[in-house]
């Protein structure tokens, strides 16, 4: 089974993605926050993990990158409400394979993690 970890402050967000992803046979875990979600991560060792980027502790960006540093295939989707192409160009440079954008779209979410499994 896929295991998807979700990581985002908002209990909103992680509530809408996981309704999203629960008509799929994916396995979901959740993570409220960065040093959450790099614990989570190295447990368990998600086939995907969602990410936002504005987070209270640490910020999306630096869980992306300490999380590409010890684990260079990490399959990372960023999922935020930062539309900024240089955010996009930061999180592309620092290894997230995809990149969702709030409010979410079901088919663009499935169809984005579905690439990423696909392209393994």
Do not use: C
């Not at 060792?45 to 300490?66: F, H, N, Q, T, Y």
């Amino acid at each position: 089974m896929v295991k998807i970890l979700i990581t985002d402050d908002s209990s909103l967000s992680r509530k809408i993605l996981k309704k999203m992803l629960s008509q799929e046979d994916y396995e979901i875990m959740e993570a409220e926050n960065g040093l959450r979600a790099m614990e989570v991560y190295f447990l368990e060792k998600p086939d995907v993990m969602l990410l936002d980027l504005a987070m209270p502790d640490i910020s999306g960006l630096e869980v992306l990158a300490k999380i590409r540093e010890l684990d260079s295939q990490a399959k990372i989707i960023i999922a935020t409400a930062d539309l900024q192409d240089l955010t996009i160009k930061a999180t592309q440079e620092a290894g997230a394979v995809g990149y969702i954008t709030k409010p979410f779209n079901k088919e663009k979410v499935l169809e984005t993690i579905h690439q990423v499994l696909n392209n393994s």
